[in-house]
């Protein structure tokens, strides 16, 4: 290995003397003045001369990791080296690449992230310069796909991270002692009423399905604990279903894992859920949560009325919210604060919750609270939310309003008359349809009276600019 040139030898006098770390982690060259003349600032190639602005050849370069440039400098420079250790359990790693910003001496771009300078026994590692006691940000990923990240307050030179684990530690971990997958990243889908899907290539392996309705699943190295039931699963030979593939296209090459019959499944979506695999010898594998949106809309397809119904003497509520485990409507008088009128319990028919209310209702504001299991939190929660399908709402959206849009007292004048006066179409791409903003449609139009310039009330006004285009 050819020896870094010293600072003397290269008759400069240094201004600034620092490491660069080439894309591919390949230290490479030095940032310095010779007189008033910067030398070009770029990471050099393993083996390539440095130049001075006159392009001669100052000497070459040759470092294959940053301790290796370290040592040969003979002083300790600006940065200093931090490692970052990363394991994948399914072992593949093509591709992965770390992006980091902070304080390092160089920032990567999204597009073209650091590669892992080696691998070890562990798996890739990655040689990055930073600031002694700086701080460092980092993402691990493959294009748009994200790993591990974090915020790293250097004090250690090394650091471990685990695919899909968010800690990031100081000491290296035991592998074996770690849970192996992650109850929260839910990664196999449930597709059908028959079928799950999930990217899990191993030969011999055993699936089985874990459900909890008060959300005591756990994984720890021994697998998935907690459960109210475990289902046995059976794997499909060949692809998933043609249906299945074109309406979820990215999971095309998943294996298709089907349940057995007679199972609750309107029961099961309202609860926790996971699923696991074990080897031929009963050693975890992998764990997972699970998406529901296929079965959801195999079991729950609903095409009736939702929101409020006003009739002659009630008001009828409908929520569509099948993985709710229980949900009441809260009436209020005010459109904020004040006190709660009453609390009314709904009453679910295939994953539909619906009430019928008073009359006296209407003019007033609610809420719902919906008893749910939160896949962000891993946890059953009690939520407070507006009707998704209300047709008012108070003030920056703090409450649904009752509010029947067929009440005379709602009605401008001449309203229910429009929909004669509205011209006759073809087809809807005859139709010409503006989104712009109230203010901006007439607050610079002079053609407007000053004092309506931005208002609803300049839309009333028959001669303006803001009409001639």
Excluded at 65 to 93: C, W
Excluded at 200 to 216: C, D, G, L, R, T
Excluded at 221 to 248: C, N, S, T, W
Aim: aromatic share 10%; net charge negative.
């Amino acid at each position: 290995m050819a020896a870094v040139p010293s600072w003397s030898s290269l008759a400069l006098v240094p201004q600034e003397k620092r490491l660069f770390q080439a894309s591919r982690g390949v230290l490479a060259g030095f940032l310095y003045k010779r007189n008033k003349t910067t030398v070009f600032k770029k990471a050099w190639d393993r083996g390539s001369s440095v130049t001075d602005s006159r392009n001669r050849k100052l000497g070459v370069i040759c470092c294959t990791s940053m301790q290796d440039a370290t040592s040969q400098l003979g002083e300790s420079p600006e940065f200093t080296v931090l490692r970052i250790h990363y394991n994948r359990k399914d072992r593949r790693y093509e591709n992965w690449g770390l992006h980091a910003w902070g304080d390092v001496s160089v920032h990567t771009f999204w597009e073209k992230p650091l590669y892992a300078t080696g691998s070890d026994g562990f798996g890739l590692y990655w040689d990055v310069q930073v600031k002694p006691k700086g701080l460092l940000n980092f993402i691990i990923h493959k294009g748009e796909i994200k790993d591990c990240s974090g915020l790293i307050s250097i004090g250690h030179a090394d650091f471990w991270v685990i695919s899909e684990c968010s800690t990031i530690f100081t000491e290296k971990p035991d592998l074996d002692s770690m849970p192996k997958g992650n109850l929260s990243f839910s990664r196999a889908y449930w597709v059908s009423q028959k079928l799950l899907a999930w990217n899990m290539e191993i030969e011999h392996a055993q699936f089985s399905m874990f459900a909890s309705k008060n959300a005591n699943l756990n994984l720890s190295a021994g697998g998935v604990k907690g459960e109210d039931l475990v289902i046995q699963l059976e794997e499909e030979q060949g692809r998933l279903p043609i249906k299945v593939i074109e309406k979820f296209p990215h999971i095309a090459h998943y294996k298709a894992l089907k349940l057995p019959d007679g199972l609750d499944k309107k029961y099961l979506v309202k609860s926790q859920l996971a699923i696991a695999c074990i080897d031929a010898d009963g050693i975890p594998v992998d764990a997972t949560g699970i998406q529901l949106p296929g079965v959801l809309d195999d079991l729950f397809s609903y095409d009736g009325p939702l929101g409020p119904i006003f009739t002659q003497n009630s008001v009828m509520l409908h929520l569509w919210a099948p993985t709710a485990q229980s949900v009441c409507v809260l009436v209020y008088l005010s459109p904020s604060g004040g006190s709660l009128l009453e609390s009314v319990q709904m009453k679910e028919d295939n994953g539909v919750w619906s009430v019928c209310g008073p009359k006296s209702w209407e003019g007033k504001y609610y809420l719902y609270e919906v008893t749910v299991f939160h896949a962000s939190t891993q946890h059953v929660e009690t939520c407070l939310v507006n009707d998704p399908y209300s047709r008012g709402l108070s003030a920056n959206g703090e409450r649904s309003l009752f509010v029947d849009l067929d009440n005379g007292s709602l009605k401008p004048e001449g309203w229910d008359s429009l929909a004669g006066e509205k011209p006759q179409f073809e087809a809807f791409t005859d139709i010409t349809i503006y989104e712009l903003h109230i203010r901006d449609f007439s607050v610079g139009d002079k053609s407007v009276d000053p004092n309506l310039r931005g208002t609803y009330l300049a839309f009333t006004l028959p001669m303006m600019k803001g009409w001639l285009h």
